[in-house]
């Protein structure tokens, strides 16, 4: 996969320099050329001195092949404009903006841009929006065989019972992450689309756990239920505002 990153600072370079060790092709973009010279001198990625959100710059970088674009310039506005255009106008699936504005963040986060403001900054944090699931857990125990990990899940499970997306699982759902806001879920709380569900989840049971949440919920015609009427999509509807208690 190809990954372009906008902002060559020191956590441009991080991420950069983490992505290409790990086998990714990866783009960096900066208006500063000297900028660069934090990535070393063995980054073998692209270099592109520009704007990262003007389209001449984007495609230079490679961004009509890339499979994710993260923004992590100085600026909010520079950050979020280059996340949307690589969105909206080169369809980049996955896209990530460094938001240094929590209340902006939060703006942006329902906007359906995964955000990461910088007062909980961290590289690793990053590394989640952008590579495929599973591919930085969250939490891991002592004993390497418990984690807790975001897993994507497919649209079939929107309107559907967390409790059984468990049930089908053998996994802990531990918290949602709704319209930037945490939960926990309850009996009733119902999957909504643009939710972030945390799981938790033997290590060696991550590859079925995921299976059961790309798959959707067996039998089409399951029991769905939305909140009571109709609330699947809309954040907080489900399980009442708070969302808090465990699941049962």
Avoid at 65 to 86: K, L, P, T
Avoid at 112 to 125: C, E, F, M, N, S
């Amino acid at each position: 996969m190809h990954i372009v990153i906008m902002g060559c600072g020191r956590v441009g370079a991080a991420l950069a320099r983490t992505l290409e060790k790990r086998g990714y092709g990866v783009a960096v973009i900066d208006r500063d050329s000297a900028a660069f010279r934090r990535l070393g001198p063995w980054f073998a990625g692209r270099r592109v001195t520009g704007m990262g959100f003007d389209r001449d710059t984007l495609r230079e970088a490679g961004i009509e092949e890339a499979g994710a674009f993260a923004a992590v310039s100085s600026g909010d506005n520079s950050n979020i404009i280059a996340a949307r255009v690589a969105r909206e106008m080169f369809g980049v699936e996955n896209v990530a903006a460094r938001i240094y504005d929590p209340r902006r963040a939060e703006v942006y986060q329902r906007l359906g841009i995964p955000t990461v403001a910088t007062v909980r900054w961290t590289a690793d944090q990053m590394l989640r929006r952008l590579l495929p699931t599973g591919a930085e857990p969250l939490w891991r125990d002592a004993t390497g065989e418990m984690q807790l990990a975001e897993v994507a899940f497919s649209p079939a499970w929107v309107g559907q019972l967390v409790s059984r997306l468990q049930e089908e699982s053998g996994a802990r759902v531990a918290f949602v992450n709704r319209a930037g806001e945490p939960m926990l879920p309850n009996a009733q709380t119902v999957v909504q689309d643009g939710d972030l569900i945390q799981v938790m989840m033997r290590v060696a049971d991550m590859g079925d756990v995921e299976a059961v949440f790309a798959g959707g919920p067996s039998g089409a015609s399951g029991a769905s239920r939305s909140g009571g009427s109709g609330s699947a999509g809309r954040p907080g509807a489900a399980g009442g505002s708070s969302g808090s208690g465990a699941v049962e």
